[in-house]
Antibody
């Protein structure tokens, strides 16, 4: 059973950079699949942030592209998200997930709440 | 990119069928058979229920089915059960090589 676990600070100050890591177990990232981040503001819907292929090809939500970086570390079997210049609007539960651009995300982490506040 | 359009809420009694629609454009839903549906009970991560318009992943009951016509995809749940309550989201691959989600639909089992 593939497992994903998000980690990172639960509180980030406005204008700073949000950094999250997703550790993957029971599956080697270098074996394939795409790996992505999805967020959900409190009480609102899902928003796709970015996806990366194990070879390093990246895909970004156009509305967040200028602030987002997704990367993969196959040696540690994990991938990461950086979101710069955060504001209160970036407060959300952030999920990492495995999937493909065609067939959707089949495995998800439990999600981690990140609050942007001074 | 604009979010796909879903009804805010639907409801049905146990045993009945309900259908949730997901309307996009010719740049996403209408141009690709790459629509997925997710179920999200309160306080939990989304679960993939349907991929590529109508394919059910292993373990998903056959009460769940998907279809598409033009720019609108649909999820039908037949033989409604109390455990089906929650939020449902559609998503689609787009012509810009991105992914877009719908706004979500709250399913209430009466």
């Amino acid at each position: 059973q593939v497992q994903l676990q998000e980690s990172g600070p639960g509180l980030v100050k406005p204008s700073e950079t949000l950094s999250l890591t997703c550790a993957v177990s029971s599956y080697s990232i270098s074996s394939g699949y795409y790996w992505g981040w999805v967020r959900q503001p409190p009480g609102k819907g899902l928003e796709w942030i970015a996806t990366i292929y194990h070879t390093g090809n990246t895909y970004y939500n156009p509305s967040l592209r200028s602030r987002v970086t997704i990367s993969v570390d196959t040696s540690e079997n994990q991938f990461s998200l950086k979101l710069s210049s955060v504001t209160a609007a970036d407060t959300a539960v952030y999920y990492c997930a495995r999937g493909t651009m065609i067939r959707g995300f089949d495995y998800w982490g439990q999600g981690t709440l990140v609050t942007v506040s001074s | 990119q604009s979010a796909l359009t879903q009804p805010p809420s639907v409801s049905g009694s146990p045993g009945q069928s309900v259908t949730i629609s997901c309307t996009g454009t010719s740049s996403d839903v209408g141009n690709y058979n790459r629509v997925s549906w997710y179920q999200q009970p309160p306080g939990t991560a989304p679960k993939l229920m349907i991929s590529e318009v109508s394919n059910r992943p292993s373990g998903v009951p056959d009460r769940f089915s998907g279809s598409k016509s033009g720019n609108t995809a649909s999820l039908t749940i037949s033989g409604l059960q109390a455990e089906d309550e929650g939020d449902y989201y559609c998503s689609s691959y787009t012509s810009s090589s991105t992914v877009v989600f719908g706004g979500g639909t709250k399913l209430t089992v009466l």
